[in-house]
């Protein structure tokens, strides 16, 4: 093979060599392991590692391709795994959403009745094909029931059931709805891999269309927040001038790619010719100087990327108008990031590479004040803490992909100490998405259309409910909201009235 300089492969991507014709052949093998490193830093995100020195062009392209390339991972993840048709397929979702609280305050407790927790779950069909459709619900106090309700749309009808009334209802929505201009197969066609071309589309598009004028390189040894960086700093300068034509190359090059084009109406599910006079308009503005893609007050901006000479990252400076906007500096496995407004300081965060953290100190934090943010990245997905001296919150969220499903799952914990006494509560939200057989059915054939129910039907229906909410104490809640809500009304009513 030839000891070819590499572009930093994102994710998903295969690397494109560079062919420099006046090197030698090398052995077989060698190199293969130092072809490309790429470590990820977040929120600088840029690691190259070339087998030669790096020019300004290399050094930007591998930027590009490293922010571009975590959403192409994101995309790619799901549809090589996981591939539903919602026009031909029965798409089935399952999942449960629990809230919980704890608490040593009496006065809590009695106002909520014992409850301490509660959870609706739920299950969806949705079968597009056959125009049919079912959602259960099902309400718990703790382990034990308040409701369970299933409905049904098929055969132009919408039926319900539920352990709170004998009888099941139906809503003929034959007339309500212009069925015949329901046409499955005017939908946009499921394209699995539409996502992933349209945003590799749009990082050679982006690249091809940053000009070598807009780029400068040049040997550096200087401080940056402390730290020594020696090696190349690629400068990427954008004033009003470039960036208004870097603005309509772009634009005019996605209007021209017919492929680009193609991807963005599908999933945008609009016509192609909708598209392409959309990025008209958006050049058309550029000219007649309109706000839009450049900002109205625009400042020159410096994008400075600092790298060793083989393209490893040190360090990375936004300025603008010649003043610091952001700062981010690598030293002993710790990215620091600092960001800027007129030249002072306004926020900094730490990177640690290896715990995969990331982590906020508010140093001029008052009484209850948040003090502390963490950002941890898990294997597949992230959690947020929020530390202060009252009370602490913990955001996390989590997604399992695999041939046979998407399972996600998100928390939300909090716990405060107040006047001696304490409070925590939870909330938590599965959901599961998979291919399902058919819609859940149940029996309709005794079912009342609701548009003709009688008085006696009427009066049942409300004893019933009012009857079966009453059992628990969440259904209690429910009647005494529902009765508040009644007597609102009926007071409205009655001021309404005009003499």
């Known amino acids: 093979m030839n000891n070819d300089i590499l572009s930093v492969p994102t994710p998903g991507q295969t690397p494109e060599p560079v062919v420099n014709t006046n090197k030698p052949k090398s052995k077989k093998g060698l190199f293969i392991a130092i072809g490309v490193v790429l470590v990820i830093a977040i929120l600088t995100g840029v690691y190259f590692l070339f087998i030669r020195g790096v020019d300004k062009k290399q050094v930007i392209n591998g930027t590009v391709n490293k922010f571009f390339g975590t959403a192409t991972e994101a995309a790619q993840k799901i549809e090589d795994i996981l591939i539903i048709d919602y026009k031909k397929d029965v798409v089935k979702s399952t999942g449960s959403f629990k809230v919980s609280y704890d608490t040593n305050d009496s006065s809590i407790k009695t106002q909520l009745g014992g409850l301490t927790s509660a959870t609706l779950n739920y299950g969806m069909d949705l079968d597009l094909k056959n125009l049919e459709a079912s959602l259960d619900l099902e309400l718990l106090e703790g382990n034990n029931n308040v409701a369970k309700f299933n409905t049904l749309l098929k055969n132009k009808n919408f039926y319900i059931k539920s352990d709170l009334f004998t009888d099941i209802f139906k809503y003929d929505l034959s007339n309500e709805i212009d069925w015949n201009s329901i046409d499955i197969d005017k939908l946009p066609d499921f394209k699995a891999d539409a996502y992933t071309k349209l945003i590799k589309k749009a990082n050679k598009l982006v690249i091809d269309n940053i000009k070598d004028e807009y780029l400068t390189q040049e040997s550096v040894n200087e401080d940056i927040d402390g730290v020594n960086v020696k090696g190349l700093k690629t400068t990427l300068t954008l004033d009003e001038k470039n960036s208004k034509q870097f603005a309509k190359d772009l634009l005019n090059a996605m209007k ?3 492929e680009f084009v193609e991807l963005l109406a599908s999933i945008a599910m609009k016509d192609k010719d909708e598209i392409k006079e959309s990025l008209d308009d958006a050049i058309k503005n550029i000219d007649e100087e309109k706000q839009t893609l450049i900002a109205e007050e625009f400042k020159t901006s410096k994008l400075n990327i600092y790298t060793t000479k083989q393209g490893k990252f040190l360090a990375l400076t936004l300025d603008e108008e010649d003043k610091k906007a952001l700062t981010a500096v690598s030293n002993k496995g710790v990215t620091t990031i600092k960001f800027f407004s007129d030249g002072k300081e306004t926020l900094k965060v730490d990177y640690n590479e290896k715990d995969k953290e990331i982590t906020w100190n508010n140093e001029n934090a008052k009484a209850n004040d948040i003090k502390k943010v963490t ?12 530390e202060s001296d009252a009370y602490n919150v913990t955001l996390s969220g989590t997604e399992d992909i695999t041939k046979e499903s998407i399972s996600t799952n998100y928390s939300a914990e909090a716990n405060m100490e107040q006047a001696g006494k304490n409070y925590s509560a939870k909330a938590e939200w599965t959901n599961k ?9 149940f029996s309709t054939t005794s079912a009342k259309n609701i548009k003709y129910l009688t008085d006696e039907d009427s009066n049942k229906l409300g004893t019933e409910l009012i009857t079966n909410l009453n059992k628990s104490t969440i259904g209690q809640m429910i009647v005494a909201m529902l009765q508040s809500a009644s007597t609102t009304n009926t007071t409205s009513d009655y001021y309404d009235i005009e003499y």
């Open 375 to 386: 950002v941890k990245l898990l294997k597949n997905g992230l959690s947020i803490k929020l």
């Open 256 to 258: 021209n790619d017919d």
């Open 433 to 441: 998405v998979e291919k399902g057989d058919k819609v859940n059915e």
